[in-house]
């Protein structure tokens, strides 16, 4: 081993630079619930393609190709940092674009139909409300279209982080309609006490009855609108109703 070796190492800095196989592989460690450090490990590695050799002192001898060299535990600790946004949702929504041979639908929705959006979404509340991982594979079967094809764990975290991060997305994109649940007089129709299933209904059928303006001619209309376009609709119809409310008051 030379001590005086450099090794170089190229890392994935955000979610958009990972690739599918990638993907792949960083679900499937969440899917095993490794904490953080875990899965940052075990992508540095693998993706660094460095291996170790053994330990050594206060360090360890890596190995990439043929060529070695030791590193302090500090050294490998302060490199993983690069890969600490696993740890967060993605920013913009990324997804494995193709699972077998079944093509993913746009990450943000777009043209997606607002009834496609819809369905999937009542999917996703059901699933955070009981974690049934039957609901993460329906809503795969709905993004992928692809009907009785089966998800495997990877595939089934791959749809969650899809969707939450489609949330987080859209919520900086529609302000007005997606009010985070906590907030008073809570705007999102999502975020009430009532029970799950009676919730999900309420908030789909408040979601058309908004847009068709009570016109049940038009729900089939609204139901193929494009989702983006559907809540961007939304949102300013939320956005109007805040405004009379700051000059009217609730009555």
């Known amino acids: 081993m030379d001590p005086q070796v450099t090794i170089n190492i190229t890392l994935p800095k955000s979610w958009a630079e990972l690739t599918n196989e990638q993907l792949y592989y960083v679900f499937d460690l969440i899917g095993d619930s490794l904490s953080g450090t875990q899965i940052r490990a075990y992508c540095f590695f693998r993706w660094s393609g460095l291996g170790v050799v053994c330990r050594y002192g206060d360090g360890y001898i890596l190995r990439k190709n043929r060529l070695e060299c030791f590193v302090t535990g500090d050294i490998v600790a302060s490199a993983m940092k690069s890969l600490n946004f696993l740890e967060d949702f993605p920013a913009v929504p990324v997804r494995i674009s193709k699972i077998r041979k079944h093509y993913a639908a746009d990450a943000t929705l777009d043209d997606v139909p607002f009834e496609k959006y819809l369905y999937v979404e009542n999917l996703y509340q059901g699933y955070i409300h009981t974690q049934n991982h039957q609901l993460l594979q329906e809503m795969g079967e709905i993004l992928y279209d692809c009907d009785g094809v089966h998800f495997n764990q ?91 409310k700051r000059k009217y008051g609730k009555h």
């Open 154 to 244: 990877a595939e089934k975290m791959n749809v969650f982080y899809w969707w939450a991060s489609l949330k987080e997305y859209f919520s900086r994109l529609f302000p007005n309609f997606f009010v985070p649940a906590s907030a008073p007089e809570d705007g999102n129709l999502l975020g009430n006490p009532k029970p799950i299933g009676k919730q999900l209904r309420d908030a789909m059928n408040a979601q058309i009855r908004a847009l068709t303006k009570g016109d049940i001619t038009k729900e089939k209309e609204v139901m193929a609108m494009p989702t983006q376009r559907a809540l961007t609709e939304l949102d300013a119809l939320a956005e109007e109703a805040e405004e009379i």
